[in-house]
């Protein structure tokens, strides 16, 4: 995704030096002018505004305060935008840091995947100081279409978990429809047909389903990555004290899809923990109950 | 929804005969022409296609095949639908009591709700022979808008489950991301601006957040009778010997629902019940964390 949105800012004519684990994942930036950094403190000192999209919690720590992290080269004014959905706490510790030095911080997490990413089209919820998002906005509306600003520091990340949360409900709604109307022996298109226009429509029917049934488990959003975020939320929820029982009931049923080899599949693949529960599989042609 | 769609009927012009135990409900229909009788019996002995739409499964049981009930008026060629969502395994034993009697049924349980009764946009998930759904679709064309013909006798009611699992999913996804949100001290509006055009996008993140934000409970859709659907749907799966947790689950918090006296509030009620479980109650106002 942080190349298909670097290629947005390229196209828009900002000067853009990027790092990445990954040397080759910068190829195409590199040949359209982008510099190359050896460290993400070089980053730092050859930018005014940075963005930083990484894994997990850790690499986002690794990448801030880390001994080659960009917390080594800050100077006075510089923005720095977090869009890896992150711990909320975490966006506190590194604006903390950050202001310690005159440096701004925003958690601006995204959705809409890999498809969003590169049609310019995110999502992106901002946590931070009103007047510095509204200073980083031009650089926002390259890379995404609907831009809110959420809050205070960590309230971007709040909104991103409030997304998934969203998510690990529909995921789990569909999948044991899919189950139920397969063992009943319905014609799965024709269910669909039913109930895709009412009061059960919902993002995941009409876009993860098709690739459910042609059993194409490709991400998509992998499946660890959205291990990782219902993990936040459910951690934050404890601190907060409140009870998700159905985020924690599909967040256990993707400890099964990962236990089934599926971690790096996409998030649709919860269907093949609910088909080993059974132990049914849904095929295309309908099963006679 | 009854009298609505009866009403569209008239609307066609067809001649129409009704029953109803509370007779006051079928006052507008009379004065617009339609004739009064004083059971399910005299209904058929003076129609040719009937339409049953009544609460539960014991009544559905009772308006055909109970003492005054409709199985003691059959012609040979009639044709029965019931639009109640009930058990699958109960629309295959009216099919044969009629099928007995050379009388043919349909099962055409209805989505959509109030609205969708009184628009004629009601989705209709038809099970039994397509030749009759082919008969009497003008009659399902003067009420409804999406006609599905789903496959044989009990079809019909296993999409509408299929229907019902999912919102069972969608429903707890929502109300649980409104409460952490709240929890986590976000403007629910502007949340709800950052995650409604996405993945997360539902229609019950359109349709019934704006009611619990309101903190407006009114059905809709009864929480008693979403109870009976998902019960449905969890004796069906146990037959089958399907594993759904999610709906389990959610099956489990609408007890809780109905045991804080909101039996006949509408579904999005879910939300009392994991307000309860964390002691918390989502204002307008948000909560800071």
């Known amino acids: 995704m942080g190349a298909a949105m670097a290629g947005h800012l390229l196209s828009k004519g900002y000067a ?13 930036l590199l040949q359209r002018g982008a510099r190359w950094a050896d460290s993400p403190a070089q980053v730092a000192d050859a930018s ?28 006075p004014g510089m923005v720095f935008v977090d869009m890896t959905t992150a711990p909320p706490s975490l966006a506190v510790t590194i604006a903390e840091a950050l202001k310690a030095r005159d440096a701004h911080f925003l958690d601006a997490p995204v959705s ?32 995404g279409r609907t831009i809110v600003h959420q809050g205070g520091t960590g309230a971007g990340q709040h909104a991103k978990l409030c997304n998934q949360i969203t998510i690990a409900g529909t995921m789990i709604g569909v999948c044991e429809s899919l189950l139920y109307g397969y ?15 009412g009061a059960a429509a919902c993002w995941t029917l009409d876009n993860l389903v098709p690739r459910i049934l042609d059993r194409d488990f490709a991400p998509g ?23 998700l029982p159905g985020l924690a009931l599909v967040h256990q049923l993707y400890l099964a899809v990962q236990a089934h080899g599926h971690g790096r599949s996409g998030t ?16 295309a042609t309908p099963a006679k109950p």
Chains 1, 2 share one sequence.
């Open 16 to 28: 853009l030096t990027i790092f990445s684990r990954t040397r080759s994942k910068a190829e195409g």
């Open 48 to 75: 005014d505004v940075v963005f930083t999209m990484v894994g997990f919690p850790r690499d986002v720590s690794d990448v801030y305060l880390g001994e080659a992290g960009l917390i080594q080269q800050v100077r």
């Open 183 to 197: 063992r009943a022996g319905l014609d799965l298109e024709t269910m669909l047909q039913s109930i895709k226009g």
């Open 221 to 243: 959003f992998f499946v660890e990555h959205f291990m990782k975020d219902m993990g936040l939320a459910l951690e934050e929820s404890r601190r907060m004290g409140l009870v």
């Open 268 to 283: 649709h693949a919860l269907m093949v923990a609910l088909e080993e529960l059974s132990n049914v599989r849904v095929n």
């Open 112 to 143: 809409g995947g890999d498809v969003g990413a590169r049609n310019a089209s995110l999502s992106i919820m901002v946590g931070g100081e009103a007047r510095i998002v509204e200073a980083v906005r031009p650089l926002f509306d390259a890379v």
